[in-house]
């Protein structure tokens, strides 16, 4: 098993400490950040980050976050920090938001999976920040699951799918209070493009930089983490109208797991897991109810489609098709 230290409000700095000199020596460290956990370990150390996509078994081709602390640390890893990436770090960083740049020389290609441009994010999760802070550099993090399953929002969940991992460590920090993974938007062209939604939404990212592309899940090539079937369940999933959902359940036969808001029309054999009715709350609930949904052993996990399709119900739903691999028509 890991090693999984309590981290919680900052009162043991030196777990904090310890993490830091793991990361030193090139070892991979399991972090809290408000979005999801993260498999961080030296932008500038290319064994260190082939240690990660070992260990998660992510295809080689696709590129890390690197997690700095402010915008100063960001521009060593870049090629240019323009007036856009000011007003963004400047709206919302330390947050939920990566800025996808050309990158600077001096980052390792290891750390961008070979590609011309990186993805920059200051965290805000106190803890994320503490670790970047001593370890005095910026930290190269997927999200700490492995690759292609649920993103974990708890320690025990990154616990779960590295279990077999003895030398890792796990910083636990609380569940992540956002509960999805950030928004990416490529700025390497004139329009910026948003390249996987989050909680810092379109509407949000409009009425500050105008016009902003947003293409569909298909043609997301230019981000391949993004591509469908991520964040999938490994029981059979599926996502139904909430009109739809009384006739279908009737239509099973065997015992489904109903991730809904409205669980009244749940019945025998199938279960419930009740949904929040509130964006926020849906978003950090998700992945929880994902995961003790597909350990539950029931054939099937049913999920209720919520109606909301705007601000961060767009980027839920993103999620919710990953998860039950259901495209939108484009
Ligand atoms: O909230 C988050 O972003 C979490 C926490 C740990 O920070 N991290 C995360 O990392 O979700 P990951 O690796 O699971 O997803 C990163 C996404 C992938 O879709 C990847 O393809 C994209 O960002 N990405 C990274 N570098 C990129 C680049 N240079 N160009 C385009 N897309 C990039
Ligand atoms: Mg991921």
Redesign the pocket.
């Known amino acids: 098993m890991p090693r999984i230290l309590d981290v919680h409000d900052l009162g043991n700095p030196s777990a904090i400490a310890e993490a830091a000199r793991c990361l030193r020596s090139g070892a991979v460290v399991a972090f809290p950040?408000e979005?999801?956990?993260?498999?961080g370990a030296d932008t500038f150390n290319p064994l260190a980050i082939d240690k990660v996509y070992d260990l998660k078994g992510?295809p080689t081709d696709?590129?890390?976050?690197a997690?700095v602390l402010d915008e100063a640390q960001a521009m060593r890893l870049v090629a240019h920090w323009d007036d856009r990436c000011r007003t963004l770090a400047k709206s919302f960083w330390p947050g939920?938001l990566?800025i996808?740049l050309k990158?600077s020389p001096d980052v390792p290609s290891e750390a961008?999976?070979g590609?011309g441009?990186?993805?920059v994010?200051a965290?805000k999760h106190p803890v994320?920040r503490a670790l970047i802070e001593s370890f005095g550099s910026p930290v190269s993090?997927?999200?700490?699951?492995r690759s292609g399953h649920i993103?974990p929002t708890r320690a025990s969940h990154v616990a779960q799918d590295f279990a077999s991992c003895d030398d890792l460590l796990i910083l636990d920090g609380s569940s992540s209070e956002?509960g999805?993974?950030?928004t990416?938007v490529?700025l390497t062209g004139e329009i910026p493009v948003v390249?996987?939604p989050?909680s810092i939404t379109l509407e949000m990212l409009r009425e500050l930089m105008g016009e902003i592309e947003q293409p569909t899940l298909r043609m997301q090539a230019?981000?391949?983490?993004?591509s469908l079937a991520?964040y999938a369940p490994t029981t059979r999933t599926e996502l139904i109208d909430r009109a739809k959902m009384p006739d279908r359940l009737a239509e099973l036969s065997e015992p489904a797991l109903v991730l809904a808001r409205d669980v009244t029309n749940v019945r025998p054999p199938h279960r419930a897991i009740g949904m929040p009715g509130i964006a926020e709350d849906y978003a950090k609930a998700l992945y929880s109810a994902l995961r003790e949904a597909d350990a539950s052993g029931c054939i099937r996990i049913v999920i209720e489609k919520p109606d909301e399709t705007d601000g961060l119900w767009a980027a839920i739903l993103d999620r919710l098709r990953r998860a039950t691999r259901d495209d939108e028509p484009d």
């Not at 993090?141 to 699951?145: E, G, L, Q, R, Y």
Request: glycine share 8%; no cysteine; net charge positive.
């Open positions: 950040t979005t999801v956990y993260g498999l992510r696709n590129p890390l976050i997690h939920p990566t996808v990158k961008t999976a590609r441009t990186i993805a994010r965290p994320a993090a997927p999200s700490a699951n993103s956002v999805i993974e950030s990416v490529d390249l996987r989050g230019g981000s391949p983490g993004t991520h």
